[in-house]
């Protein structure tokens, strides 16, 4: 079993930014892969950013490219989404994960989420 908590989103103006943290109980969290997923009203969930189970490799979606960084600290359990220049449209609810696999992009492969927390980005 690994449980994972989301914090830190909030209410911003664009422009602004956050840092969201992910931290992880139960399973051994090095040995997992983290990502971090966003949905939007209305819309199907979509990929933001991975980092591998080691934190050498990190993956974004192009649209946050530059913005986003995606880091981990396997002492703490915890992974961060450091989130900059925010625009209304990064606005969602972003949910944290966990994937035995080395790295990767896809839902599915991922097995254990977090609960959400909501980012809003005023214009």
């Known amino acids: 079993q690994v449980q994972l908590v989301e914090s830190g989103g909030g209410l911003v103006q664009a422009g602004d930014s956050l840092r969201l943290s992910c931290a992880a109980s139960g399973r051994t969290f090095s040995g997992y892969a983290m990502g971090w997923f966003r949905q939007a009203p209305g819309k199907e969930r979509e990929f933001v950013a991975a980092?591998?189970?080691?934190?050498?490799?990190?993956y974004y979606r192009d649209s946050v490219k530059g913005r986003f960084t995606i880091s981990r600290d396997n002492a703490k359990k915890t992974v961060y989404l450091e989130m900059n220049s925010l625009k209304p449209e990064d606005t969602a609810v972003y949910y944290c994960?966990?994937?035995?696999?080395?790295?990767?992009?896809?839902?599915?492969?991922?097995?254990?989420w977090g609960q959400g927390t909501q980012v809003t980005v005023s214009s």
């Open positions: 980092i591998s189970w080691s934190g050498g490799s990190a």
């Open positions: 994960a966990a994937s035995p696999l080395q790295w990767t992009i896809l839902g599915y492969q991922y097995e254990y």
